[in-house]
């Protein structure tokens, strides 16, 4: 069964507070004991209810004193309203075999929906073994429901934040704030495998990465963004920032000019429309970043390789010519120096 099912509004109300105070819903669930979509859920009904009010915190209070002080935090008798939408009783049954595999979600005693999958689908075996090693947990059936097929397992995940499209192969996506806009291409399908691997992890740190993506003003940088993302040593951070790669030279200052200082912990930037954001051209004016495997093509035998975290906001043009290895940007963050591990990944030989 579901966690939390006759929580009392005023549990839910307060957790809806906190995240509505800075917490993120990641510290409320755990303080509460829930998962994140439950939480989801008493955010909606706290909102349906007329009594929801955000407690005043100091902005120069920690984390620590929000959880403390928001439980407790409702004066002059307030009165609470019975939520409109009452928590829901939830339960997965399974009938697995060698060949096939059935899951059922069962709301308040019946069948809501169901699905199937069989020995042909790419995480059969993924599924099944999740199953078998849980000893059929419900916590781990329901993990299964959702990675039977992208559409449930997106919007279960993602407690209706993103709804996905199959006939289009696009998912649409609702902010917190401003209005729902549309996934689609490469992005989808990095969003379904971030989903499938790391779970809610992943959901956070996409849905973070989704709205600083939407601070762009370019809609061209957004969409060629897409591709540069598919490069599975592209790391998206759970702020919602991603991680890239830069060559640089032994003293760590940039090869074109020779006048920028990338050592660990330094913020590298330059004024947005000195950046060129055409990408049918190759080399240009702009800070430059890249996957790995452009790495190779770029360094010398002095050379260091940094790692730097980027903003998307920040993104100007991916160069058309270099199967979106390569990025011009505005502005990044040197996060670590990485050229020994890149000497060891290639078991001890040289990476340019």
Not at 26 to 45: F, H, K, M, P
């Amino acid at each position: 069964m579901t966690k939390a099912l006759n929580t009392p509004i005023e549990t839910k109300i307060a957790a809806h507070d906190m995240v509505a105070n800075g917490c993120t819903k990641t510290d409320v669930s755990a303080y509460y004991g829930v998962s994140i979509r439950t939480l989801g859920r008493w955010i909606e009904q706290a909102n349906a209810s007329a009594a929801a009010k955000p407690v005043k915190v100091k902005k120069s209070a920690s984390k620590k004193a929000v959880v403390s002080g928001v439980a407790g935090g409702y004066a002059d008798g307030d009165a609470y309203r019975q939520p409109v939408v009452a928590d829901e009783d939830v339960e997965y049954r399974v009938l697995a075999t060698r060949k096939s595999i059935s899951l059922s979600r069962l709301v308040n005693g019946s069948v809501d929906s169901s699905v199937v999958i069989d020995r042909s689908a790419d995480n059969f075996t993924e599924v099944f073994d999740l199953i078998v090693s849980s000893g059929m947990a419900q916590d781990a059936l329901e993990q299964a429901y959702f990675m039977c097929t992208p559409k449930k397992m997106v919007e279960g995940f993602t407690n209706g934040k993103f709804k996905v499209d199959v006939v289009k192969g696009t998912i649409l996506y609702t902010p917190d704030v401003g209005t729902p806009f549309e996934v689609s291409g490469k992005l989808s399908q990095r969003i379904i495998d971030t989903i499938k691997n790391d779970g809610v992890e992943g959901v956070e740190s996409l849905f973070n990465f989704l709205d600083k993506l939407m601070l762009n003003p370019s809609n061209r940088s957004v969409n060629e963004l897409y591709g540069f993302l598919t490069h599975n040593d592209i790391e998206i951070a759970p702020n919602g920032n991603f991680y890239a790669w830069k060559v640089v030279r032994s003293d760590y200052f940039d090869k074109h000019s020779n006048t920028m200082d990338n050592s660990v912990g330094n913020e590298v930037r330059v004024a947005r429309n000195q950046v060129n954001e055409d990408s049918n051209v190759t080399c240009s004016y702009g800070l430059h970043v890249c996957a790995k495997s452009y790495i190779s093509s770029f360094g010398s035998s002095d050379d260091r390789v940094v790692r730097v975290e980027v903003h998307p906001q920040d993104v100007v043009a991916i160069p058309a010519d270099y199967g979106d290895s390569k990025m011009r940007c505005a502005g990044y963050n040197v996060v670590e120096d990485v050229t020994d591990a890149f000497v060891k990944e290639l078991g001890g030989g040289n990476w340019y």
